[in-house]
């Protein structure tokens, strides 16, 4: 008879699983000498490095130590690329060593349960830019807009260090986990790990917040696109090059990812110029400017079809071809920074940030501009996204790094361009754009009014020059055009401008930039609402078993719908808001998104400590995030809970709004508009208690898990069974040398399964 202690170390996570390779294929992984080798340590290496690390400590020290009146825009590209590449170069190694281990050897459940529509093995760089343009929405653009009026400093160093410390750790992690357990998703993982009570906390948290989550990602989409026929025809062509590319990789020219990459590349250019010409056409501009709420039913449309399509046809190659533009774009915009060396006036930190009084969003700097910046260093919408559709698509396990922790990365770079964008503009045009139209009347003169008002440092703001910014960029005003997106179109046609164009360029590159950034978040809510739909599917094989059974049309087709009415309903209530609904749900959406960062963390904690006492000295890793995530996230839901100042408190705004509509006064708005105060408010308060306490719940029951596990020295693994591969492939973007040699011996074989694929398609 086994003795407790003897029970417990089996149901540890065993390091070196019992593997028995196809002795008739070439091997599956290369060996950890031939690793060892490719990251031995040369002179030409160590010099590159400590030369990184000067420049990054240089560009660290010209941003928050030598500051004069201004500070020039490139030391924000050499402090975030040398943060980035010391952190992926280091830490996620240390990560992949210690925490998590992968292992080339076992197949992933892409190759396991293959099924050609969820289950896929992909192409690592194809995958990449699947997975980054899946997480890529609102939040890199919106959200470092957003946070400029407390200036630049907290913003960049959370941006930066934040994701390296905890955005791209919990990325990472979660996609390994979830791979290693089917493709679970963190709902099921939460029940599985966590038990029944946190585990159904998580999922209720998990499927309301990626409601919340989805729907302010297309309500974005509807503002950017919003009476812009240009931005409606490059988006919607982006929908049949993706069909054309699925259908080219896997029937037409299988495994050839370079060469359609360059054909969809030329085919998204020809959509971006073509554009332009069809909305200066009068069929065109008749056609396709289209209201917003007609494009909110479009994208309503859209998410249903592209949720239940496979995943090979629709999702990957839209996601990898929106890739293309978006890491173009903000690779060029870094590009342009260094050539044009922008001066940047915004004070290192601004009387709002220090007051917490600002027309932009009202709130201390603590806690609110770690909420306010969310997707750019840290999201909880990306723990669903990876353990959702990338888990089902990862060839071999050591690929994670380079997607999970590598994909998380070039995000945080997009949310440092976006920020370095909206504070280059003049201070005065970028108060004048984010204040509400309560604040500035939406005229040029109150606009003036105001914005003066508010005792910035520099030139006060003229009426000519407003004028003058929306004649350049091809507007009729620029005045409260709040939810970040315009700003960042205008900060980015004021750098381009100068480096490409001139002048006469100001307008195309602003309506550039708005094509782009509805590009950019549209690949988000295709991606969300899949997930959405897995997760649903799982929570309802509870009660009806034929649920879970992910092949089962009608039970796709039904969760598909279901969610998809759920977070289409919240986008309608948002186009229709008088009061707009970007500025009604963003605060809502910034909390709730890091309270599910919070609840994935949680849940990775508890799966480390049950793997055993050889992860315990690494724990930090995890718990460290997790406990400033934590008091982050409930500080913020305090303050819009109980603060009784009306900026504020939801309950507070709402009852200030009740008195007023009590009194008969109509100081605050008409009937209408009252009312909808009133109703988005208490709906938010409402929501805001429930996401908190559901999280709460969560966290307290993962660290219980955890303290069990530490005493126990490990817990129940589960994993799913370790099975032998039949496939290879390169851990990173570009193959060692060991790594393509290997490649090498498989392609013979993999180009036989391609074609196999390709005959049954057909």
């Not at 909206?422 to 754009?433: K, P, R, T, V």
Request: charged share 15%; proline share 5%.
């Amino acid at each position: 008879m086994s003795t407790p202690s003897s029970r417990r170390r089996a149901a540890v996570v065993d390091d070196d699983p019992v593997i028995v390779p196809d002795p008739s294929l070439p091997p599956t992984a290369i060996t950890p000498t031939q690793e060892a080798a490719t990251s031995r340590w040369t002179w030409p290496k160590v010099v590159l490095w400590i030369a990184i690390a000067l420049l990054g400590g240089l560009a660290w020290v010209m941003l928050a130590v030598v500051r004069g009146e201004t500070v020039n825009a490139i030391w924000f590209v050499f402090a975030a690329v040398c943060t980035y590449l010391i952190g992926y170069r280091f830490y996620s190694k240390v990560i992949e060593k210690h925490l998590l281990r992968p292992d080339d050897r076992r197949a992933t459940p892409a190759e396991v349960k293959s099924d050609g529509k969820d289950y896929v093995p992909t192409d690592r760089r194809v995958l990449y830019g699947h997975h980054f343009a899946a997480i890529a929405g609102a939040g890199p653009l919106v959200g470092p807009v957003l946070a400029a009026q407390m200036g630049f400093l907290p913003g960049t160093i959370w941006i930066i260090v934040g994701v390296v410390l905890a955005g791209a750790v919990q990325d990472y992690t979660v996609l390994f986990f979830s791979m290693r357990r089917g493709g679970r998703t963190i709902g099921q993982m939460a029940r599985q790990e966590l038990g029944r009570i946190g585990g159904t906390a998580a999922i209720v948290a998990s499927l309301l917040i990626m409601l919340i989550i989805v729907a302010i990602l297309a309500l974005v989409v509807v503002n950017a696109l919003g009476e812009s026929p240009w931005g409606v025809f490059s988006v919607s062509m982006t929908i049949p090059i993706a069909l054309f590319m699925g259908v080219y990789l896997r029937y037409l020219r299988p495994g050839k990812v370079t060469e359609v990459s360059i054909i969809g590349f030329v085919l998204l250019m020809a959509a971006i110029i073509g554009g332009g010409w069809v909305a200066s056409t009068e069929w065109g501009y008749a056609l396709f400017h289209l209201d917003k709420t007609t494009i909110a039913w479009g994208i309503i449309i859209y998410g249903f079809v592209a949720a239940i399509l496979p995943v090979w046809l629709l999702l990957a190659p839209r996601d990898y071809l929106s890739t293309f533009m978006k890491i173009g774009v903000i690779v060029m915009l870094a590009g342009a920074i260094i050539v044009v060396r922008p001066e940047i006036s915004v004070p290192a930190i601004t009387v709002f940030g220090q007051n917490g009084l600002g027309p932009v969003f009202s709130g201390p700097l603590f806690p609110f501009l770690f909420v306010t910046i969310a997707c750019g260093a840290l999201s909880g919408f990306h723990a669903l996204i990876a353990s959702g559709t990338t888990p089902k698509l990862v060839e071999k396990e050591r690929q994670t790094r380079f997607i999970g922790y590598g994909g998380m990365l070039m995000e945080s770079f997009v949310a440092i361009m976006a920020l370095v964008a909206a504070i280059s503009i003049d201070q005065g045009i970028y108060f004048a754009m984010n204040s509400p139209a309560a604040l500035t009347g939406g005229t040029v003169e109150g606009a003036v009014a105001f914005v003066n008002s508010l005792g910035l440092t520099g030139a006060p703001l003229t009426p000519d020059i407003l004028t003058e910014t929306a004649a350049n960029v091809g507007e009729g005003t620029i005045v409260s055009r709040t939810g970040g997106a315009p700003t960042l179109a205008l900060g980015l046609a004021h750098i381009m401008h100068q480096a490409l164009g001139g002048q006469a360029m100001m307008a195309f590159w602003y309506h550039f930039a708005i094509m782009f950034e509805a590009l950019f978040i549209l690949t988000a809510v295709d991606a969300g609402t899949r997930v959405a739909r897995f997760m649903l599917q799982d929570s309802l094989g509870h009660w009806f078993p034929r649920f879970r059974d992910v092949t089962w049309r009608p039970g796709v087709w039904i969760c598909t719908a279901i969610m998809v009415a759920g977070w289409g309903y919240i986008l309608i209530l948002g186009v229709t808001d008088p009061l707009g609904g970007i500025n009604t749900f963003f605060p809502l959406f910034g909390i709730a998104n890091q309270l599910l960062a919070a609840i994935a963390l949680a849940v990775v904690l508890a799966i480390v400590a049950k793997r055993g006492r050889n992860y315990l000295r690494w724990l930090w890793i995890v718990a460290v995030p997790l406990a400033f995530t934590a008091v982050v996230t409930i500080t913020a839901s305090m303050y819009k809970i109980f603060s009784p100042v009306p900026s504020i408190g939801y309950w507070a705004n709402n009852a200030k709004y009740r008195a007023a509509q009590a009194a008969g006064d109509g100081k605050l708005g008409k009937p209408e508009v009252v009312d909808a105060v009133i109703r988005n408010t208490a709906v938010q308060g409402t929501l805001s208690i429930v996401f908190v306490a559901l999280a709460i719940v969560v966290m307290i029951s993962a660290v219980a898990v955890t303290i069990r596990a530490i005493r126990n020295g490990g817990g129940e693994n589960t994993e799913d069974a370790p099975v032998a591969s039949r496939r290879y492939a390169p851990a990173g973007f570009l193959g060692t040398k060991p790594e393509r040699e290997l490649e090498k011996q498989w392609e013979p074989i993999l180009a036989d399964e391609r074609a196999e694929l390709a005959h049954r398609g057909h």
